[in-house]
Nanobody
Framework: QVQLVESGGGSVQSGGSLRLSCAVS????????MGWFRQAPGKEREGVAS???????MYSDSVKGRFTISRDNAQSMLYLQLNNLKIEDTAMYYC???????????????RGQGTQVTVSA
């Protein structure tokens, strides 16, 4: 059974940067799409980035040009570089394993426990 553990969240000022990490264990994910989504209190879940087994990346319009997703299959790690952070980026960020080599599951499960990102003015 796959386990995902996120880290790297924190509190930063607007314009700052963070790098989120996701350690994956229990199941090889080299041939699966992996992704990050976020959820803020009172808001719907938002898929922010995904990377397929060939390294093709996709981003939501709200983060395109500011966030970068990457993966290190040898280390079983997934990353999300967050640059030029905005107050509206404040949310709990989760990593998730995809359903296939090229797609995420509809409910973004399985997922980790999340890491909080808080951006202040």
């Amino acid at each position: 059974q796959v386990q995902l553990v996120e880290s790297g969240g924190g509190s930063v000022q607007s314009g700052g940067s963070l790098r989120l990490s996701c350690a994956v264990s229990g199941h090889p994910t080299n041939f699966y799409c992996m992704g990050w989504f976020r959820q803020a209190p009172g808001k719907e879940r938002e898929g922010v980035a995904s990377i397929d087994s060939d390294g093709l990346t996709m981003y939501s319009d709200s983060v395109k040009g500011r966030f970068t997703i990457s993966r290190d299959n040898a280390q079983s790690m997934l990353y999300l570089q967050l640059n030029n952070l905005k107050i509206e980026d404040t949310a709990m960020y989760y990593c998730a394993k995809g359903a296939t080599a090229t797609s995420m599951t509809n409910d973004w499960n399985p997922r980790g426990q999340g890491t909080q990102v808080t951006v202040s003015a």
